[in-house]
């Protein structure tokens, strides 16, 4: 995929102009292309035309000003900037990208369903369908100085495997630590009295289940520093607080609970609609 797009899409909201900034940094680091997607699709544009007309302009226009926002963030001129307007479905739009994409990029919240663009629903949509990486971002301030580290979720699973490669990946491009957090379980063990030396014992052993997980990718990076934080309970709250001081949460569709054809966990489902650092969704390929 090393000449595939990173897709972002816009709809001239303020979510979707962070997620511009983002994507167009994004490309420059990993040296991907870049491709601005604008979408209408209204059902009564046939027998109103002037309603599909108006539609289509306006998306031309979000659609220039957020080629206008990416040129200004692509001020050395590394990232090649394509534009389209799609007369089609937003998430359908992105989802049909993601088949031939590097990453689509989203902002967490739209304009709202009467625009014509993308909606607060859309970023949701997208990350349980799309076959590629998805990156749903809120707040360029909170993010505009790319530092902090990244935080993975680790649970084991095949689908956190694809997150940890992308984790290490992620802060190769920008030289960034790596957190990966690994949780035991997908209950809240907090409250459960065990014997000390069971939970010294239960907690080694999940120490060497993380260090299972990272083996060979330390190797592959070796100027990455590995921070590891091990957990008893439900990862959410732990990765949001790792959070507050990252610059990208990276997190696998589902984890080891998760079931043939499921589309998002509890885990990145949450965090999809909490956390405001940057989240990148990963689902490996052969699910699509």
């Known amino acids: 995929m090393t000449n595939a797009p990173i897709v972002v899409g816009v709809d001239g909201s303020p979510s979707s102009s962070d997620a511009v900034r983002w994507a167009t940094r994004e490309a420059g ?26 539609l289509r302009a306006r998306a031309e226009r979000d659609l220039a000003a957020a080629v206008g926002i990416a040129r200004t963030q692509n001020r050395g001129g590394g990232v090649e900037i394509r534009a389209e307007v799609h007369a089609q479905y937003a998430p359908a739009a992105l989802v049909d990208c993601s088949d031939s994409a590097r990453m689509i990029v ?9 625009t014509g663009g993308l909606l607060g629903s859309v970023s949701s ?21 790319g530092s902090g580290p990244v935080v993975v979720g680790v649970d ?28 035991w379980s997908d209950q809240n063990l907090s ?29 592959q990076y070796p100027d990455i ?47 999809l609609h909490i956390t405001t650092c940057p989240l990148l969704i990963v689902r490996p390929r052969s699910e699509g």
């Open 191 to 219: 409250q459960i009295h065990i014997d000390p030396q069971q939970w010294a014992a239960a907690e080694q052993s999940e120490r060497s289940l993380l260090a299972e997980c990272l083996a060979g990718r330390k190797e």
């Open 29 to 54: 680091m990993c040296h991907a292309p870049l491709l601005v997607l604008s979408c209408v699709s209204y059902r009564g544009a046939e027998a109103v035309p002037c309603i599909g007309t108006e």
């Open 225 to 271: 520093a590995v921070r590891v934080v091990v957990v008893r309970d439900r990862p959410v709250r732990h990765l949001l607080a790792e959070a507050e001081e990252a610059q990208l949460i990276v997190v696998g569709s589902h984890g080891r609970g998760g079931f043939a054809g499921m589309t998002l966990g509890s885990t990145s489902e949450a965090l």
């Open 125 to 145: 949509i997208v990350a349980r369908h799309a076959r590629c990486p998805v990156a749903v971002i809120e707040g360029w301030s909170r993010i505009e100085d």
């Open 156 to 183: 084991g699973s095949a689908n956190s495997a694809a997150a940890i490669d992308v984790a290490f990946e992620e802060c190769a491009l920008r030289g960034a630590e790596l957190v990966a957090l690994h949780a």
């Open 106 to 114: 989203v902002g967490r919240r739209g304009l709202g369903e009467f």
